[in-house]
């Protein structure tokens, strides 16, 4: 069974900047990805970026190109997520993703389900002044 330990969530004031990190363990493949996706009180679910522990793909949501960084260590399991010029929008609870297989970034945040992803608890974000 695959585990999982978020952190790094917290309260920032808009223009901040936070850093997330999600190690898993519980498994012994190298073809795996990562990613994070968050959710805010009434909207849905959300891929924002994920990355391949196989090949390095990467993948950013629309909202957050160019703010957001995925980043991996094959090492240690780890995907970690800066997230830099927060905004208030970005307010969410943000969950790891793991999905097993040869996986490009894009797919786990596109079309989780299909490949049976699994979530962490989740990590509170709040943007605000």
């Known amino acids: 069974q695959v585990q999982f330990v978020e952190s790094g969530g917290g309260l920032v004031q808009p223009g901040g900047s936070l850093r997330l990190s999600c190690v898993v363990s519980?498994?012994?493949?190298?073809?795996?990805?990562l990613g994070w996706f968050r959710q805010a009180p009434g909207k849905e679910r959300e891929g924002i970026s994920c990355?391949?522990?196989?090949?390095?793909?990467?993948y950013y949501g629309d909202s957050v190109k160019g703010r957001f960084t995925i980043s991996r260590d094959n090492a240690k399991k780890m995907a970690t997520l800066q997230m830099n010029s927060l905004k208030p929008e970005d307010t969410a609870v943000y969950s790891c993703?793991?999905?097993?297989?040869?996986?490009?970034?894009?797919?786990?945040?596109?079309?989780?389900?299909?490949?049976?992803?699994?979530w962490g608890q989740g990590t509170q974000v709040t943007v605000s002044s």
């Open positions: 993703a793991y999905a097993q297989g040869a996986i490009y970034g894009s797919s786990l945040c596109t079309g989780p389900t299909k490949y049976n992803a699994v």
């Open positions: 519980g498994f012994r493949t190298n073809y795996y990805a």
């Open positions: 990355i391949s522990f196989t090949d390095g793909s990467t």
